[in-house]
């Protein structure tokens, strides 16, 4: 069981891109998923947090008024729409599932790359 990410890849500065996080495996609605990212000699930083039907988010200050996540429980699919990208929001992005129903389980994805040119 791992979510997959797809989306990353080269943009200058400005520009957008979308992130998505496939799931398979698991009752996707039953999972808060949340985005993270970790730059090079960084820690990783949490970037936004979706509940399990959409209702909640939250974000990252960072990254508040230009990215906005959401989820379509029918596709099992969790996005990361990134506008105005800067240099710094360089880093690989990671999809995580979080639930605490029926006992706590997470599960990390493998990441994607994000790079914005300056």
């Known amino acids: 069981v791992q979510p997959v990410e797809s989306g990353g890849g080269l943009v200058q500065t400005g520009g957008s891109l979308r992130l998505s996080c496939a799931a398979s495996?698991?009752?996707?609605?039953?999972?808060?998923m949340s985005w993270y990212r970790q730059a090079p000699g960084k820690e990783r930083e949490l970037v936004a947090v979706?509940?399990?039907?959409?209702?909640?988010?939250n974000y990252g200050d960072p990254v508040k008024g230009r990215f906005t996540t959401y989820r379509d429980n029918r596709k099992n699919t969790m996005y990361l729409q990134m506008n105005s990208l800067k240099p710094e929001d360089t880093a690989v992005y990671y999809c995580?599932?979080?639930?605490?129903?029926?006992?706590?389980?997470?599960?990390w994805g493998q990441g994607t790359q994000v790079t914005v040119s300056s």
């Open positions: 995580n599932a979080h639930t605490v129903v029926g006992g706590t389980r997470m599960y």
């Open positions: 495996g698991f009752t996707f609605s039953s999972y808060a």
């Open positions: 979706i509940s399990g039907f959409g209702a909640s988010t």
